[in-house]
């Protein structure tokens, strides 16, 4: 059975930094890519960052770009997301998501961590 | 801002049909796949259609996509109260190199 569980989340001040985490189970880690996605509270989802199966590649969204920084290591079954000068807007539920197919479907989805950035 | 455009809300009674709109452009939805997705209150979101109309495992057939040119619909048959949540269309975009969601519709079952 497919599982993703996010990691990492709390409650941080405006401009410092924090890193997510994202353990998976149930599939082949280094075979697919990996969504993150944010939700603000009462607010629809926001895309947030994506990386290929083997690095490769990341796209970021950009309310978040020059800020963030998604990685993974297919060794040791990880990935994170760096979360560098943080605003009071990034506050949200964090979401990581396997890449399925069709045009990066997000396919199962983890339950979230909550990230809140207030001083 | 989504590039995504849904209507905020639809509503019908048990046992009818619901259909929701996504519109968006060439980039996105006019050159790729669609999927739609379902948040019940106070859950993760939760693959419902995926390639336009394709359905995962466990996903019942009262749930059925389609596109064309540069909108997709999503329509729920048979509507059932477990079916009150929010629901999103997804899909890449290729001139913004992202993964773009809607703007999200909330269904309510009257």
């Known amino acids: 059975q497919v599982h993703l569980v996010e990691s990492g989340g709390g409650v941080v001040q405006p401009g410092r930094s924090l890193t997510l985490s994202c353990a998976t189970s149930?599939?082949?880690?280094?075979?697919?890519?990996i969504h993150w996605v944010r939700q603000a509270p009462g607010k629809g989802l926001e895309w947030v960052a994506i990386?290929?199966?083997?690095?490769?590649?990341?796209y970021y969204g950009d309310s978040v770009k020059g800020r963030f920084t998604i990685s993974r290591d297919n060794a040791k079954n990880t990935l994170s997301l760096q979360m560098n000068t943080l605003r009071a807007e990034d506050t949200a539920v964090y979401y990581c998501?396997?890449?399925?197919?069709?045009?990066?479907?997000?396919?199962?989805w983890g339950q979230g961590t909550l990230v809140t950035v207030s001083s | 801002q989504s590039v995504l455009t849904q209507p905020p809300s639809v509503s019908a009674a048990p046992g009818q049909k619901v259909t929701i709109s996504c519109s968006g452009s060439s980039s996105n939805i006019g050159g790729n796949y669609v999927s739609w997705y379902q948040q019940l209150p106070g859950t993760a979101p939760k693959l419902l259609i995926y390639?336009?109309?394709k359905r995962p495992s466990g996903i019942p057939d009262r749930f059925s996509g389609s596109k064309s040119g540069t909108s997709a619909t999503l329509d729920i048959t048979g509507l059932q109260t477990g079916d009150e949540a929010d629901y999103f269309c997804?899909?890449?975009?290729?001139?913004?190199?992202?993964?773009?969601f809607g703007t999200g519709t909330k269904v309510t079952v009257l």
């Open positions: 997804g899909t890449w975009d290729g001139s913004l190199s992202a993964y773009v």
């Open positions: 149930g599939f082949t880690f280094r075979n697919y890519g």
């Open positions: 990386i290929w199966s083997d690095g490769s590649y990341k």
């Open positions: 390639e336009n109309n």
């Open positions: 998501a396997r890449v399925g197919s069709g045009s990066y479907s997000a396919d199962y």
